[in-house]
């Protein structure tokens, strides 16, 4: 945590923090004052994000897990509220795009993997962390949602089905703690964006020609400096 910058004194915890559009949140908060809390599987591709963090004049903490094991959803919880009694901000960003395929067909193990880490630890989050969004002054969550979660596309339901489900519990949470408590919640559709997950689903495209993570990651730090209403929904515009 830093004494200077729009989130000085803000605790942000971001999911899949260790590539792609968490990676480029992280920073981002981090370059504003808070200090970032890390998650993703990877522990040398965090660290690498930390020591960014560091070089850069932030600070931050990593914490490797696997969101499919709630039990590790838990007990970061429990380590947070003890280090910091709070939590400002939760990027609900990691996610998993299942292998493109029809309905008829859907590889059941990795679509048990997308229900577990798009939709389960979704929930686990929003239950876990609860309440220490509503000790902070101002608890805020973003998920990182698509356009596909509103709008069907042949071969692309395991993706877009879980996807709808992670906004569906994030809509709800939202509208549960708008009149008892200071959470908001906003949705985050970052559009097409150069990271690992577009590159496996269009292998033929020029990377070039979609935007880099960090366009996203600052509407995501705008988003986060507004009085936003709970439930705001925000679609990250296509500059490349
Ligand atoms: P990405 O580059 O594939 O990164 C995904 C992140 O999630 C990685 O940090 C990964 O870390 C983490 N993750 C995946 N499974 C995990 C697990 N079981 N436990 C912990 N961490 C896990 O993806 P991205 O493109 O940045 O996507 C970020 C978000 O934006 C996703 O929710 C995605 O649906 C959404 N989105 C992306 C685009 C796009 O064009 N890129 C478009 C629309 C929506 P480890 O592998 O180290 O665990």
Redesign the pocket.
């Known amino acids: 945590m830093t004494d200077t910058g729009a989130f000085a004194g803000q605790v942000a915890l971001v999911?899949?923090?260790?590539?792609?559009?968490?990676?480029a949140t992280a920073l981002a908060l981090a370059a504003q004052g808070a200090h970032v809390i890390l998650?993703?599987?990877?522990t040398k591709?965090l660290e690498a994000i930390e020591e960014a963090i560091h070089a850069a004049g932030g600070t931050a903490t990593i914490a490797p897990?696997?969101?499919?094991e709630q039990d590790a959803i838990a007990r970061l919880a429990t380590a947070v509220a003890e280090r910091w009694g709070k939590l400002d901000v939760l990027v609900i960003?990691?996610?998993?795009?299942p292998t493109l395929s029809p309905v008829t067909d859907l590889n059941l193990p990795g679509l048990n993997k997308a229900i577990a880490?798009n939709m389960l630890a979704t929930q686990a989050l929003l239950s876990r962390f609860d309440p220490l969004l509503r000790k902070a002054p101002s608890g805020r969550v973003i998920a990182?949602?698509?356009h596909l979660a509103r709008n069907a596309r042949a071969f692309w339901s395991g993706y877009a089905a879980t996807?709808a489900a992670q906004e569906m519990l994030v809509e709800c949470y939202g509208q549960e703690t708008a009149n008892i408590s200071k959470v908001r919640v906003a949705i985050v559709?970052?559009?097409?964006?150069r990271?690992?997950?577009?590159a496996r689903a269009y292998p033929g495209e020029d990377p070039k020609s979609?935007k880099a993570?960090e366009v996203v990651a600052d509407a995501i730090v705008d988003l986060l400096l507004q009085e936003f209403p709970s439930g705001t929904r925000l679609t990250v515009n296509p500059k490349v």
């Not at 897990?65 to 499919?68: A, G, N, Q, V």
């Not at 960003?93 to 795009?97: D, F, P, Y």
Request: aromatic share 0%; charged share 20%.
């Open positions: 999911t899949g923090a260790s590539r792609g559009i968490g990676a998650t993703a599987r990877d591709a897990m696997d969101l499919t960003n990691a996610g998993v795009l880490t990182l949602t698509t996807k559709d970052p559009g097409a964006t990271t690992a997950m577009r979609v993570p």
